[in-house]
């Protein structure tokens, strides 16, 4: 795993995303209903809101950095199966995680899905204060992974590795 630093957010991107995760609820309704594989109960939104404000995080921080890149739709009226974020043609999966959760997952379907496949899961861990720390993940690590059972599916998981020596410069997030 790949340390990529900590940056300060703006603060209007939980707002943002608080109103793009109602908006995504909304749009794909049918796709997460009750009964299909999608379904993930009264937690959708929660977990809209999540994933959008991790991929507005990112953006940000990839626009901060002066790091050029092209970005999939973040909310679009069916799932789309391409990457969140591609930097000089490295595709990236943007995975958000909770402030106080030291646990990384990534979907096992979503993850063996050759339509949905990256070379970088990149996870944003958000922090206090509009904080984020920004941690890289290579597809071929996360293979290596625990694999566990959760409530609605199935998913690899890992620890944070709370080590920042680890930070490498290996021409990912260059520009």
């Given at each position: 795993?790949?340390?990529?630093?900590?940056?300060?957010?703006?603060?209007?991107?939980?707002?943002?995303?608080?109103?793009?995760?109602?908006?995504?609820?909304k749009l794909s309704a049918d796709?997460?209903?009750?009964?299909?594989?999608?379904?993930?109960?009264?937690?959708?939104?929660?977990?809209?809101?999540?994933?959008?404000?991790?991929?507005?995080?990112?953006?940000?921080?990839?626009?901060?950095?002066?790091i050029p890149f092209e970005s999939?739709?973040?909310?679009?009226?069916?799932?789309?199966?391409?990457?969140?974020?591609?930097?000089?043609?490295?595709?990236?999966?943007?995975?958000?995680?909770?402030?106080?959760?030291?646990?990384?997952?990534?979907?096992?379907?979503?993850?063996?899905?050759?339509?949905?496949?990256?070379?970088?899961?990149?996870?944003?861990?958000?922090?206090?204060?509009?904080?984020?720390?920004?941690?890289?993940?290579?597809?071929?690590?996360?293979?290596?992974?625990?694999?566990?059972?959760?409530?609605?599916?199935?998913?690899?998981?890992?620890?944070?590795?709370?080590?920042?020596?680890?930070?490498?410069?290996?021409?990912?997030?260059?520009?």
């Amino acid at each position: 795993m790949i340390f990529k630093g900590t940056q300060q957010y703006p603060a209007i991107l939980e707002r943002v995303a608080s109103e793009m995760a109602q908006l995504r609820t909304k749009l794909s309704a049918d796709v997460y209903s009750v009964g299909s594989e999608g379904y993930r109960g009264k937690q959708e939104n929660n977990i809209s809101y999540l994933g959008i404000l991790g991929e507005l995080v990112a953006q940000n921080f990839l626009i901060e950095n002066n790091i050029p890149f092209e970005s999939a739709l973040i909310v679009d009226t069916q799932p789309l199966p391409e990457p969140d974020i591609t930097i000089d043609g490295i595709k990236m999966d943007v995975k958000a995680v909770k402030p106080n959760t030291y646990d990384l997952y990534v979907n096992y379907k979503a993850h063996l899905n050759e339509k949905k496949k990256c070379e970088f899961y990149w996870f944003v861990k958000l922090e206090d204060n509009h904080k984020a720390s920004h941690y890289l993940a290579s597809y071929s690590e996360v293979n290596n992974w625990t694999v566990k059972e959760l409530r609605y599916t199935k998913a690899f998981v890992n620890k944070i590795k709370r080590n920042h020596t680890q930070h490498e410069n290996n021409g990912v997030f260059t520009s």
